[in-house]
Nanobody, 115 residues
């Protein structure tokens, strides 16, 4: 069984920063794309950023230049550094990974940007 465990969410003021982490564990032989999605109140779940196992990245237009996705393949962990946070970044952030040719999701972590 594969598990994705996120950490790092919380409450931050506008303009502040947070770093999310997501670690994959279990019986893993192959991990390709890892990504972060988010779902704001009353909204659909959208892709925030993704990264392949070779380091290729993709960002939503709304976060490009403010957020940075990275990964540590040896640690099976993906990170999301979020800078210059805005109230509209408030959402439940979920980690995704393509592991052993299957899709896996984390349980989600709440990020709230408010003064």
């Amino acid at each position: 069984q594969v598990q994705l465990v996120e950490s790092g969410g919380g409450l931050v003021q506008p303009g502040g920063s947070l770093r999310l982490s997501c670690a994959a564990s279990g019986s893993i032989s192959y991990i390709n794309t890892m990504a972060w999605y988010r779902q704001g109140p009353g909204k659909q779940r959208d892709l925030v950023a993704s990264i392949t196992n070779r380091g290729g990245t993709n960002y939503a237009d709304s976060v490009r230049g403010r957020f940075t996705i990275s990964r540590d393949n040896a640690a099976r962990t993906v990170y999301l550094q979020m800078n210059s946070l805005k109230p509209e970044d408030t959402a439940a952030y979920s980690c995704y990974a393509f592991v052993n040719y299957n899709n896996y999701w984390g349980q989600g972590t709440q990020v709230t940007v408010s003064s």
